[in-house]
Every structure is written in structure tokens, then in C-alpha cells.
């Protein structure tokens, strides 16, 4: 396994750029199911989420279904497939949420909760991971096989969302460096996983750290490039890649080519309808603060 070393901390702002991130993986990386029953429910459930076109009411409709998720841990407590899907459907509920950075942080803290648990219940040995350092984490992860791949993102994609609720507060921001360690493995265990999901993930972790600080321009834009020859109807990997790469290397030419690309594509598409639509959405917005940026 590739040596990974802690990266410089971001900045407090820099750390917003996680804000979309859990809509676009947590729904897409609900694979633990319990039943067949409630198997076909989630399916259909994560198919009419990520095939809506109003994210509003989307919105609206989610908290209820949190509901009886947590209803079911009540009776089913150590189900580490019902907790991962119920810390992946907060997650993807926290990136539709309104700036509420009270609500945020609350919320995130379940999600992340249910995903620790989870991993504990999956093996003794995962137990206590937020308290681990990164250099007593990554040889538990070094020890991980393709069995793990759904855990490690699961975890990874709490964490992340946990962070960025929390990202005025330096400790939290200081263990990005474990979130990219997960990451990173999930990309050597399978660089294909959620069509490339992880790909935009360490997309942007990269871009988080100016180069002239000891960040790596070159691999965010191997990320992003990658991502999007994985899922090219993905219109937020293109979002994110104007967002985070083009500004950060002050590349006007392909941050408008990027977002004017979003613009005129069709949102709709198998599974990213409501991803696509909120994509389309930021895209306006950062090109009409473009010449306030450049």
C-alpha cells in the first residue's frame, strides 16, 4: 500500500467544499439492506430520491423514512447493515439540508455515530476509530480486503460529512488526513467503486491544500479526469471540478468550460436527476461570481 502521509490542514473556508458531497455519495452508497422486505423498499426509495427533480421535496419527505430507520436499530441494535444504510441516508440527507450549522452539526454526528458503530460491531478491532491517530489507524486499514470496500467508504463518507458540519473547529478539520486515508484505500481496493465516487472525493480533498503549501494540484486533476471518464452524465463531478481545481490553479478557461457544460447538458439521467439538478444550480451560481474570483 502506498505510504499516505497527514496532509497540511485546510482552511476553515476551504472546508465548505465538502458540503455537496454526502448527497452525491451517502444514497448512492446505501448497499446494506436488512430484509428482502425492506430491501425492495430502500431500492425503489433510493431510485425516486435520485431520480427527482426537486430537491425541496426531497427534502421534505426524507426525515420520516431517518424515522424508521432509527426505529428499527431500537430493535435490532447490533445489525451492522441497517446502521451503515442508516449513517449513508443521513448523509445524503445533510447535503440537501439548508446552511443551518447547528442542525448540521447534530445530524452529522448521528450519521458518523451509526457508522462507528457499526464498524465496531463488524469487528472489536474497529472500535474507537475517530479516537485513532493516523499512524495507529493505517495499519488496520493496510489490513483490509475487497470485503471491506462498502465499510470503508461508509465510514469514510460519515467522517467527511462530520468534518465539514464541524469545520470551525481545528481538531475536527485535523482528521481529514484519516478520511483520506480511507478513501484512498478504496480506490486501491477498487477504483471503479459508485462509478468512481471516491475518485471525486479525493478530487477534492487534494485541492483543499494551496501547491505552494504542500497541496497537489496535478493528482486533483487526475481525480476529477478519472471521475468523470467513470460517469460522464455525473454533472457535479464537473460542478466540483470548477469549484475546487480550476479556482485553485486560477484556470478561468476551464472553470467556464467546466460550468457551461453543466449548464447546457440534460439534467435528467438513470440515478442523478436530483444530483444533476443541484449541479445545474451551483453551476450558475459560480459563474455568475466568476469575475469576482478571477
Excluded at 424508521?68 to 439540508?97: C, M, P, R, V
Excluded at 481496493?189 to 497537489?216: F, I, R, W
Aim: charge should be negative; charged fraction near 20%; include cysteine.
Amino acid at each position: 500500500m502506498k505510504s499516505i502521509s497527514p496532509p497540511c490542514l485546510p482552511s476553515r473556508h476551504a472546508c465548505r467544499t465538502l458540503a455537496i458531497i454526502p448527497l452525491l455519495l451517502g444514497l448512492n452508497g446505501c448497499g446494506y439492506l436488512i430484509s428482502s422486505a425492506t430491501e425492495d423498499f430502500s431500492t425503489r426509495l433510493k431510485q425516486a430520491v435520485m431520480e427527482h427533480d426537486d430537491p425541496e421535496t426531497v427534502t421534505g419527505a426524507l426525515p420520516a423514512y431517518l424515522l424508521l430507520q432509527e426505529a428499527q436499530i431500537l430493535g435490532d441494535a447490533d445489525n451492522e447493515s441497517l446502521l451503515f444504510s442508516t449513517a449513508n441516508l443521513y448523509g445524503a440527507y445533510l447535503g440537501l439540508l439548508p446552511d443551518d450549522p447547528v442542525r448540521k452539526r447534530r445530524l452529522s454526528q448521528k450519521s458518523l455515530d451509526f457508522a462507528l458503530r457499526a464498524a465496531c460491531v463488524h469487528d472489536d478491532k474497529w472500535c474507537s476509530l475517530q479516537q485513532k491517530s493516523f499512524d495507529d489507524l493505517r495499519p488496520l486499514i493496510e489490513q483490509t480486503d475487497a470485503d471491506d470496500t462498502d465499510r470503508l467508504y461508509g465510514i469514510a463518507t460519515a467522517w467527511a460529512a462530520w468534518i465539514q458540519a464541524n469545520k470551525d473547529n481545528w481538531n475536527a478539520i485535523a482528521q481529514l488526513a484519516q478520511v483520506k486515508l480511507l478513501m484512498q484505500r478504496v480506490l486501491e481496493l477498487d477504483d471503479t467503486y459508485k462509478q468512481g465516487n471516491a475518485h471525486v472525493y479525493m478530487g477534492v480533498l487534494e485541492s483543499l491544500v494551496p501547491e505552494n503549501l504542500g497541496g497537489k494540484p496535478e493528482l486533483a486533476q487526475r481525480h476529477f479526469q478519472r471521475a468523470s471518464a467513470l460517469a460522464p452524465d455525473n454533472l457535479m463531478t464537473r460542478v466540483l471540478y470548477a469549484k475546487h481545481y480550476a479556482r485553485m490553479v486560477f484556470d478561468r478557461d476551464l472553470h467556464d468550460t467546466l460550468l457551461k457544460s453543466t449548464l447546457n447538458a440534460k439534467p435528467t439521467a438513470p440515478g442523478l436527476t436530483l444530483i444533476n439538478t443541484l449541479a445545474q444550480q451551483q453551476a450558475q451560481q459560480l459563474l455568475d461570481s466568476a469575475d469576482d474570483y478571477f
